[in-house]
């Protein structure tokens, strides 16, 4: 029984794309849980991804490649879970802030969030601080995360974070930053409520971020 | 954190690596035709009777007892009949380094009086137990491919000193050995302990164990002790790395060509010698040939010059068809601190682009008075990087990547493709010690500096690697000979 989920394990691992989404139908042929698919299939790989790319042993391609896989198997799995599963480990907006056309960071955090089990819905570059207000009350994430990568585009972080206020909805979602020039000290002083060094601190970050949501 | 990539054996300066020579093919002519000058005009010291009278008997011009003048066609004769490729096995006798033209090498150097304790700090001198250490650093270490003690074992008694550290050295490591010796007896004795573990004389002879190192006296003199040992090397077919240690300046001229030309002189001689003492004789030639520095006097292991000076000896080597013996990896610095660095990057650089064969004296901290494991491991991370640039570039339709531009085009990017997972490992190096991380990933590791990882790399290797040992019946047959050796100069 339980070796086809440690096939769809190892599948990820490896970043086979057409092999995991395979695997999972095989495993749901097999009338294994989608639940049990979803936390001790895909989740757990990618926790094991996680940790040997923190270690050195894997490098950002590779955990690309297993995020994708990871990605397209939850596609399969989505209409099977519950509605509060369905988003995984949560749901992120993701964008790169007006005057910046910077993508390939920001694409990436993205992946390795869902690589992590979020939901991402990415709003792209050059992102309005209007259009992030309209895509949080579209979307209602968990988080709105925003991308630069120029000193000059930083700030607009900060109007972004005073249009949520503005149109009161900046207690129903939290604020994580990123991008070469950011800082932590940045992140207080614009009231951002988390910040991520480069992409894996930002999925630690953003996990923090839910679990933060749930307790409050 | 593993490496992406290892090389096995490399070749340099052939189609599709990075191309570089110091010399023209004129000027390579005219230092040779120096040497050969100085052997005719100049003569060479040469202090044992059997040499001098072999070198008369076929042509040599004696004047005194010991000064000989050696006419250039024996200089051609020897050239023609040393060989231009010799190979060197490990203790189980797999031939893993082919020395022949542009195949480079790297080991470390010998003979270091002191060592910084990797635990203590303290500065002492080199003990048994710290060459055992130097063995277990080297066996671990990917980019290191010969062994040369780093230290002179100082424990044990001075006129057998040898014996005991070729124990030290065989017992944690199987990487092949270069040896030094006090005399023709050291060495007889250490080629028995070598014939004992690769399993007799003949095995030896097939796949040889070690090479010898001995050096002539600058300027233009061959000591007792080193003619024993060329001798013996020339009879035995053990493989001999006869090696000038001139400063430009002090025991040579200040001239880079001047010291070349000497240099070369005496290589020369040495090398016919052993060529009449045994035609074939494998002998690879090289020499330190560096400045003196004229503010402290220092025999520089630092200086840039002696870089230059041994990619010089290289150009020279390939025209004549002999094996090099180079240098790189050392310093004048104390510690290893930001001078060690910036020295061994610069003359690992310069050595492997050059294309030596045995490149050595890695580990040397204070122009040699020194040997640092720190040094050594800092060594094994820079040699990574040098390789990676030696390697060059490939260049195929596959790797101008064109159709990966189209599917990408403007805006996209290449992480998710295929082609970038596929050639990453190859085309990437990929630090180990260097780090690239960003500020706040550097301050949670505590903020490491490059030694203070470097240090925790020594060890770790000495808490966690395992070489594979010697076997416990050899070991105490190896014992026996050491024990011998140190009767026979009344000594326990």
């Known amino acids: ?216 | 954190m593993k490496e992406a990539h290892v090389e096995k054996s490399m070749r340099v300066n052939v189609e599709g690596t990075t191309q570089f020579r110091v010399l023209s093919k004129h000027q390579v002519e005219e230092i040779v035709s120096s040497a050969m000058e100085i052997l005719e005009r100049v003569g060479v010291q040469v202090n044992d009777e059997a040499p001098v009278k072999m070198l008369e008997e076929r042509g040599a011009r004696i004047e005194g007892k010991t000064l000989v003048r050696i006419p250039s066609s024996l200089v051609q004769a020897a050239l023609q009949s040393a060989p231009s490729r010799i190979v060197l096995a490990n203790r189980d006798g797999e031939r893993n380094l082919v020395l022949e033209k542009n195949r480079i090498y790297f080991g470390t150097g010998s003979d270091c009086p002191n060592v910084i304790d990797p635990y203590t700090d303290a500065l002492r001198p080199c003990l048994f137990d710290d060459v055992l250490r130097v063995s277990k650093v080297v066996d671990a270490l990917d980019h290191i491919d010969f062994f040369m003690s780093l230290g002179l074992v100082s424990d044990v008694p001075r006129m057998t000193y040898d014996r005991h550290q070729f124990l030290a050295m065989a017992a944690n490591t199987t990487k092949p050995l270069i040896i030094t010796c006090v005399d023709g007896t050291g060495l007889s004795d250490q080629y028995q302990m070598a014939c004992l573990i690769v399993g007799g004389e003949e095995k030896f002879q097939a796949n040889p164990y070690f090479a010898v190192y001995a050096e002539p006296s600058s300027p233009l003199m061959h000591s007792k002790e080193a003619l024993e040992k060329l001798t013996f090397a020339a009879e035995r077919r053990i493989p001999l790395i006869y090696t000038p240690c001139p400063s430009a300046g002090a025991t040579a001229p200040v001239t880079m060509a001047g010291i070349l030309s000497q240099g070369l002189a005496e290589t020369f001689s040495g090398l016919v010698i052993s060529q009449l003492k045994r035609e074939g004789a494998p002998f690879i030639m090289g020499g330190v040939h560096t400045v003196l520095d004229m503010r402290t006097a220092t025999y520089s292991y630092g200086a840039p010059e002696l870089s230059l000076l041994s990619a010089c000896m290289t150009d020279i080597s390939k025209t004549l068809n002999l094996p090099m013996f180079s240098t790189g990896g050392c310093s004048d610095a104390k510690v290893l601190d930001e001078q060690a660095a910036s020295e061994a990057a610069v003359s690992l650089l310069t050595a492997g682009l050059s294309g030596a064969n045995l490149i050595h004296d890695i580990g040397f901290l204070e122009s040699g008075l020194l040997g640092s494991l720190d040094m050594l491991v800092l060594c094994d991370e820079v040699i990574s990087m040098v390789k990676r640039i030696l390697r060059g570039i490939r260049v195929t339709g596959d790797t101008l990547a064109v159709d990966v531009v189209a599917k990408v085009g403007p805006g996209g990017h290449f992480i998710g493709e295929d082609h970038t997972r596929r050639y990453l490992k190859a085309e990437h190096w990929l630090p180990r010690l260097m780090d690239r991380t960003n500020r706040e990933a550097w301050e949670r590791g505590e903020a490491k500096t490059l030694s203070r990882r470097v240090r925790e790399r020594v060890i770790d290797i000495l808490e966690h690697h395992d070489p594979p040992p010697l076997e416990k019946r050899l070991l105490s047959e190896l014992e026996m000979v050491v024990a011998q050796a140190d009767e026979r100069y009344g000594v326990k």
């Open chain 1, 1 to 216: 029984m339980s070796t086809i989920v440690e096939t769809i394990r190892e599948e990820i691992i490896s970043g086979n794309v057409e092999e995991s989404i395979r695997a999972v139908k095989e495993a749901l042929q097999r009338k294994i849980p989608p639940e049990k698919i979803l936390n001790d299939g895909l989740l757990l790989a990618m926790e094991r991804v996680g940790s040997r790319f923190q270690e050195g042993e894997i490098f950002i391609p590779d955990v690309f490649f297993s995020a994708r896989a990871m990605h397209e198997s939850m596609d399969i799995l989505r209409p099977l879970l519950a509605p509060s599963q369905s988003t995984g480990a949560g749901c992120v907006v993701i964008g790169t802030v007006l005057g910046d056309i910077h993508d390939i960071g920001k694409r990436l955090v993205g992946t390795m969030l869902e690589g992590a089990g979020f939901t991402v819905v990415d709003l792209g570059v050059e992102v309005s601080p209007d259009a992030f207000v309209k895509a949080v009350t579209e979307y209602q994430p968990h988080i709105l995360a925003m991308a630069s990568l120029l000193t000059t585009t930083m700030t607009n972080m900060g109007v972004t974070i005073e249009a949520l206020t503005k149109a009161g909805l900046r207690d129903k979602v939290k604020v994580l930053i990123g991008g070469a020039p950011v800082t932590r000290g940045f992140a207080e002083e614009i009231g951002a409520d988390g910040y991520g060094s480069d992409a894996s601190t930002g999925v630690d970050a953003a996990k923090a971020l839910v679990r933060k949501l749930a307790d409050e």
